[in-house]
Every structure is written in structure tokens, then in C-alpha cells.
């Protein structure tokens, strides 16, 4: 009996090994621009708002990643929308806006006649039940979301450290903040099915958070951020297996931990720094 | 020109020529719109009425022969940058999409930080950084673009005298190679030696001259209201020179110069 290598021997582990690897890198890598501009909650926002998708497209028979990644878009775009147009603050708006898609998303769930377990795992995750075709369509988004951030590199930096100066400068910040917003919602979609829409915000955040504790570059915080990222990803999936719980809030679980692990360090570390200079005089 | 937030005009009946390769100083109390006109200029904010040319084109048009440096308080300082990284930001616009910075780019940072005096702290993240450092380092991000024009919203307010020297002694520099540079400015006696033209302004243009006329009782007290004062040949501003523009939504005003003085 070996706990690491035989679950790998069947198909539908490997499958959601791959799909929490490749998930947790993504969520981390535009995790890291989401904590820089302050945009936790409207991730978590954009997450909740998916619901209505995923719903509408399982009623009509289409993807889920589709349903759920037009849901998302559009309420990002309309957050936006809202929060330039009218003396509503931004926060108020995310609100109103997330609350409303997600009760729509309830409100058509329990009209649903019959089995609905499926929608049910788009709630809290079920990584393990990830299909083939879900798999691929993982990859190809991933591949898009990570492809996007390379070569908007620069601009993406200028303009989330300083949209004015960027602006001035000639960059199209309205521009990328729109499609920022779209890969946060592709983003979403991609870890839907990993740890579900509630707890997605944590894939997001907090893998980049611990980063951000560990370093002052933004490429070392992005590397950082996919390393642990991944590595909790796959942490989380053995453990939920080996105890036979939930994947996705394992997986969150892990995150968190190694969050407060690096907090512990991180506040040592300062004060063992700071101590010298801390003599009076 | 007219320019303003919402329905409320800040600036009204702008009418400025600012020839190439001038100094100048926007003076004015504070609200009086010195950094919306700057703003107006950098292309972020469309005017309201009357038309705006800037280096022979609508604003924004020449962005990349434009350098914008904010009011200092506009950004995270906690955010995970180098010096070098903010530096060669300014290097940004004129690569276009797709090209990274190249050894050419980096030579015009490098130049750059040697000219600010800010050389030995490129690694540094740039929040570690004094006031007057940070704000070395953004003109040394507008350096590094090497722009025909310059606009500077506070460049020498709140940092420390040595700094304030250095940076327009550089400024001067620029102008002598016949670049432009536009600068708001709170400090009136910075604005009338340092500075070969100043523009007064409280909402509408009041003067447009050489440096000296800054020193006019008259004009102050017609640009600054109320908030002036003569008591012989001296004048006094009543007006709080470390204090900024009212913020705007989501700035964070920071007042660290006072307290790092050392």
C-alpha cells in the first residue's frame, strides 16, 4: 500500500490532479494582480454571479463553462458599468449586482424538477468527477488565461501600479481593466469544478497573499504564487482523498494554513530584523 | 477651454499658450484646478468645451512623447516594484505591445537613476523609500522616456530643500535641450527663481508671464483671494504649502516627509 502513488492509478485521480494543478497555478497568477488592485471582492462576486450561467446552461443543454463564464463576465463588466455611471460606490455595487445573480441562480435551482446533483458540486466543487472533455476545456482556457498575462506583461504592471501615469502615457487602461476582468471571470469558470463557486475566492487570494508576504518583486510574487498554488492544490486533493472529504474546501483548508504559517514566519522574521534598530538613541 | 468632474467645472475660460521648451510654473491656491489642467493636457480628462492641442495633436494623441508624473500620493507604495521596475515603466509606451526592454532601455534607466542621484538603490522596493527619494524616482521614470514634454502635478511639494534643488536643477537641464516643462507648483518662491515662466490660476487664467511677476502684490492677491497677506514688502500666502489638492476617490495622502526627517 503506498498513500502517494496508488490513487494515481486510477483515471478520474489523475484527471483531478491535473485539473487542481493546473486551476490553483491559474487562480494564483491572476490571484496576484487581483490582490495588488484590491479586487478580492469582486472576485468573489464575479464567482457568485456564475451560478445563473451554470443553471441557464444546464437547463438549455450547453456547457457549463460557457453559461458560467458569460454569467461572470457579465457581471463584471456591469459592476464596472454601474460604479463609473453613478454616484454608487464600488463596493455597494458589487453588492447589489452579486446578491441579485446569485439569487437568480438559486431562484431558477429550485424550480429544477428531478436530480440536480451535478449543479449541486458547482456550489462546493467535486474536482474528482471532473469529465475528459471538462478536462481539455480546463487546459485551453488555462493555456489563454496564462498566454494573456505573458504578453500583457508590462502593461498590466504599468497599469495596475499606476493607472494614471499609464493612461498618460498612452496605455488603453479602460481597456485592459475590461479584459482583466474577463480572465478573472475565464479564471472562475476554470476552478469552478474544483472547489465551487463559494470558495473560489480563496483560490484566487490566498495562494498570492502568501506570496505577497515572502517577497517585494511582482515576478518573484507570481512564481511564488503559482508554486503554492499548485502544491496546495495537490496537498488538499490527497488529503480530502485519504480522509474521504470534500476536495475544494480541503484544498481551501490547506491554503489558509500555509497562509497563517507564512504570517507566523513573516511576523518573526520582522521582529528578529527590526531588533537592532529597535536600541534607544 | 472648460474642463471639470460630474457637473461641477473646475477650470473655465482656460486660454494658455505654453511655447516649446519653456519652464513653467501653474500657480494658484488650492481647488484652484492647477492639476485638472494638467490632467486636461495628459489627455485623462476630454474638456468640456474649447479645444486643447498638445505638441500638435489632441491630447493623448503624442502620449508617448508625454511624460505624467501624478501627484505622489496616487500610488501603493506597498506594491512589489523595484526602483529600476518603476523606472522602466517609462520605457513602456515607447515599445509598444509584445517587445520587452532591451539593453538600450535599460542604459536610458540606468541614466536616468544616475541623474536623480538614486543609482545605488535601484533593487530597492519602493516603499522603503523617504518622500523625497520616491519622488526622485518618478522623475527619473519621466526622464527615462525621454519625452518632448513634461507635466509634473507637485513635483518639488512636501520633500526636503536638497531634493527640491536637485530636481529642478535637472528640470532646468531638460528645458535647456529644448524640451517643455509644465509643472504645478505650491511654492511661490520656488516658482519665482527656479522658473522662467509662471501661469496664475484660480479657476480662469489670472496672469501669464515671466517668473518675476509671481512677485507682483497685486496679481497674488487676485489670484489667491483672501488668502493673502502684505505686511510691508513682505507678502505672505496664507496658504498651507504642504497641504495637497483635496483627494480624489481612492487616493491616499501620505505624510511621511514630516516624520522621516532625520
Request: glycine share 10%; aromatic share 6%.
Given at each position: 500500500?503506498?498513500?502517494?502513488?496508488?490513487?494515481?492509478?486510477?483515471?478520474?485521480?489523475?484527471?483531478?490532479?491535473?485539473?487542481?494543478?493546473?486551476?490553483?497555478?491559474?487562480?494564483?497568477?491572476?490571484?496576484?494582480?487581483?490582490?495588488?488592485?484590491?479586487?478580492?471582492?469582486?472576485?468573489?462576486?464575479?464567482?457568485?454571479?456564475?451560478?445563473?450561467?451554470?443553471?441557464?446552461?444546464?437547463?438549455?443543454?450547453?456547457?457549463?463553462?460557457?453559461?458560467?463564464?458569460?454569467?461572470?463576465?457579465?457581471?463584471?463588466?456591469?459592476?464596472?458599468?454601474?460604479?463609473?455611471?453613478?454616484?454608487?460606490?464600488?463596493?455597494?455595487?458589487?453588492?447589489?449586482?452579486?446578491?441579485?445573480?446569485?439569487?437568480?441562480?438559486?431562484?431558477?435551482?429550485?424550480?429544477?424538477?428531478?436530480?440536480?446533483?451535478?449543479?449541486?458540486?458547482?456550489?462546493?466543487?467535486?474536482?474528482?468527477?471532473?469529465?475528459?472533455?471538462?478536462?481539455?476545456?480546463?487546459?485551453?482556457?488555462?493555456?489563454?488565461?496564462?498566454?494573456?498575462?505573458?504578453?500583457?506583461?508590462?502593461?498590466?504592471?504599468?497599469?495596475?501600479?499606476?493607472?494614471?501615469?499609464?493612461?498618460?502615457?498612452?496605455?488603453?487602461?479602460?481597456a485592459l481593466e475590461y479584459l482583466f476582468l474577463g480572465l478573472v471571470a475565464i479564471t472562475i469558470v476554470i476552478s469552478l469544478q474544483a472547489v465551487g463557486i463559494i470558495?473560489?475566492?480563496?483560490?484566487?487570494?490566498?495562494?498570492?497573499?502568501?506570496?505577497?508576504?515572502?517577497?517585494?518583486?511582482?515576478?518573484?510574487?507570481?512564481?511564488?504564487?503559482?508554486?503554492?498554488?499548485?502544491?496546495?492544490?495537490?496537498?488538499?486533493?490527497?488529503?480530502?482523498?485519504?480522509?474521504?472529504?470534500?476536495?475544494?474546501?480541503?484544498?481551501?483548508?490547506?491554503?489558509?494554513?500555509?497562509?497563517?504559517?507564512?504570517?507566523?514566519?513573516?511576523?518573526?522574521?520582522?521582529?528578529?530584523?527590526?531588533?537592532?534598530?529597535?536600541?534607544?538613541? | 477651454?472648460?474642463?471639470?468632474?460630474?457637473?461641477?467645472?473646475?477650470?473655465?475660460?482656460?486660454?494658455?499658450?505654453?511655447?516649446?521648451?519653456?519652464?513653467?510654473?501653474?500657480?494658484?491656491?488650492?481647488?484652484?484646478?492647477k492639476s485638472t489642467l494638467l490632467k486636461v493636457m495628459a489627455g485623462l480628462i476630454e474638456p468640456w468645451t474649447g479645444r486643447v492641442e498638445i505638441l500638435g495633436g489632441?491630447?493623448?494623441?503624442?502620449?508617448?512623447?508625454?511624460?505624467?508624473?501624478?501627484?505622489?500620493?496616487?500610488?501603493?507604495?506597498?506594491?512589489?516594484?523595484?526602483?529600476?521596475?518603476?523606472?522602466?515603466?517609462?520605457?513602456?509606451?515607447?515599445?509598444?505591445?509584445?517587445?520587452?526592454?532591451?539593453?538600450?532601455?535599460?542604459?536610458?534607466?540606468?541614466?536616468?537613476?544616475?541623474?536623480?542621484?538614486?543609482?545605488?538603490?535601484?533593487?530597492?522596493?519602493?516603499?522603503?523609500?523617504?518622500?523625497?527619494?520616491?519622488?526622485?524616482?518618478?522623475?527619473?521614470?519621466?526622464?527615462?522616456?525621454?519625452?518632448?514634454?513634461?507635466?509634473?502635478?507637485?513635483?518639488?511639494?512636501?520633500?526636503?530643500?536638497?531634493?527640491?534643488?536637485?530636481?529642478?536643477?535637472?528640470?532646468?537641464?531638460?528645458?535647456?535641450?529644448?524640451?517643455?516643462?509644465?509643472?504645478?507648483?505650491?511654492?511661490?518662491?520656488?516658482?519665482?527663481?527656479?522658473?522662467?515662466?509662471?501661469?496664475?490660476?484660480?479657476?480662469?487664467?489670472?496672469?501669464?508671464?515671466?517668473?518675476?511677476?509671481?512677485?507682483?502684490?497685486?496679481?497674488?492677491?487676485?489670484?489667491?483671494?483672501?488668502?493673502?497677506?502684505?505686511?510691508?514688502?513682505?507678502?505672505?500666502?496664507?496658504?498651507?504649502?504642504?497641504?495637497?489638492?483635496?483627494?480624489?476617490?481612492?487616493?491616499?495622502?501620505?505624510?511621511?516627509?514630516?516624520?522621516?526627517?532625520?
Open positions: 500500500m503506498n498513500p502517494i502513488l496508488d490513487p494515481l492509478a486510477y483515471q478520474f485521480f489523475l484527471r483531478a490532479l491535473l485539473a487542481s494543478v493546473v486551476a490553483g497555478t491559474v487562480c494564483a497568477v491572476v490571484g496576484s494582480y487581483v490582490v495588488l488592485k484590491g479586487l478580492a471582492f469582486i472576485g468573489d462576486a464575479v464567482a457568485h454571479a456564475a451560478f445563473p450561467g451554470v443553471v441557464v446552461a444546464y437547463l438549455v443543454g450547453a456547457p457549463y463553462a460557457i453559461g458560467g463564464g458569460i454569467a461572470a463576465f457579465l457581471t463584471a463588466i456591469s459592476i464596472g458599468w454601474i460604479s463609473r455611471r453613478s454616484h454608487i460606490r464600488v463596493d455597494t455595487a458589487i453588492g447589489v449586482v452579486f446578491a441579485g445573480a446569485f439569487a437568480l441562480g438559486v431562484f431558477l435551482y429550485s424550480g429544477i424538477k428531478g436530480f440536480v446533483g451535478d449543479l449541486f458540486g458547482f456550489l462546493v466543487g467535486d474536482i474528482l468527477a471532473i469529465s475528459a472533455g471538462d478536462l481539455i476545456a480546463l487546459l485551453i482556457l488555462s493555456a489563454i488565461v496564462l498566454g494573456t498575462v505573458a504578453i500583457l506583461w508590462k502593461e498590466l504592471l504599468y497599469s495596475t501600479f499606476d493607472p494614471l501615469g499609464a493612461a498618460a502615457s498612452g496605455l488603453p487602461v479602460a470558495l473560489v475566492v480563496a483560490m484566487l487570494v490566498t495562494p498570492a497573499a502568501t506570496a505577497q508576504l515572502m517577497t517585494v518583486r511582482l515576478t518573484r510574487m507570481i512564481v511564488l504564487a503559482a508554486v503554492i498554488g499548485a502544491t496546495t492544490s495537490v496537498a488538499g486533493l490527497y488529503l480530502s482523498y485519504w480522509l474521504d472529504v470534500a476536495s475544494g474546501a480541503t484544498i481551501v483548508l490547506v491554503q489558509t494554513a500555509t497562509f497563517i504559517a507564512a504570517l507566523a514566519v513573516a511576523r518573526t522574521a520582522g521582529i528578529l530584523r527590526r531588533q537592532p534598530t529597535t536600541t534607544p538613541g | 477651454m472648460t474642463a471639470g468632474y460630474g457637473d461641477r467645472p473646475a477650470i473655465e475660460d482656460i486660454d494658455l499658450a505654453v511655447e516649446s521648451g519653456s519652464l513653467l510654473a501653474v500657480v494658484g491656491p488650492n481647488g484652484a484646478g489632441a491630447p493623448g494623441r503624442e502620449a508617448h512623447r508625454v511624460a505624467y508624473v501624478p501627484q505622489a500620493e496616487t500610488v501603493d507604495w506597498a506594491f512589489p516594484v523595484s526602483v529600476a521596475d518603476v523606472v522602466m515603466m517609462g520605457r513602456y509606451p515607447l515599445l509598444g505591445p509584445l517587445r520587452r526592454p532591451g539593453a538600450a532601455d535599460r542604459r536610458h534607466v540606468d541614466e536616468a537613476l544616475v541623474k536623480v542621484g538614486m543609482a545605488d538603490h535601484r533593487q530597492t522596493q519602493i516603499g522603503r523609500l523617504s518622500g523625497g527619494q520616491r519622488r526622485r524616482v518618478f522623475i527619473a521614470r519621466a526622464l527615462a522616456a525621454d519625452p518632448a514634454l513634461y507635466l509634473l502635478d507637485e513635483p518639488v511639494t512636501g520633500i526636503d530643500a536638497t531634493t527640491q534643488d536637485d530636481l529642478m536643477d535637472i528640470l532646468e537641464g531638460e528645458s535647456r535641450r529644448g524640451r517643455t516643462v509644465v509643472a504645478t507648483t505650491h511654492d511661490l518662491a520656488a516658482a519665482a527663481q527656479r522658473f522662467e515662466r509662471v501661469a496664475a490660476i484660480n479657476h480662469r487664467v489670472i496672469a501669464v508671464g515671466p517668473a518675476s511677476l509671481i512677485l507682483d502684490p497685486d496679481l497674488l492677491s487676485r489670484t489667491y483671494g483672501g488668502h493673502l497677506l502684505v505686511l510691508g514688502n513682505q507678502t505672505v500666502v496664507l496658504d498651507d504649502a504642504h497641504h495637497h489638492d483635496q483627494a480624489g476617490e481612492g487616493e491616499t495622502h501620505y505624510h511621511e516627509d514630516a516624520q522621516r526627517t532625520r
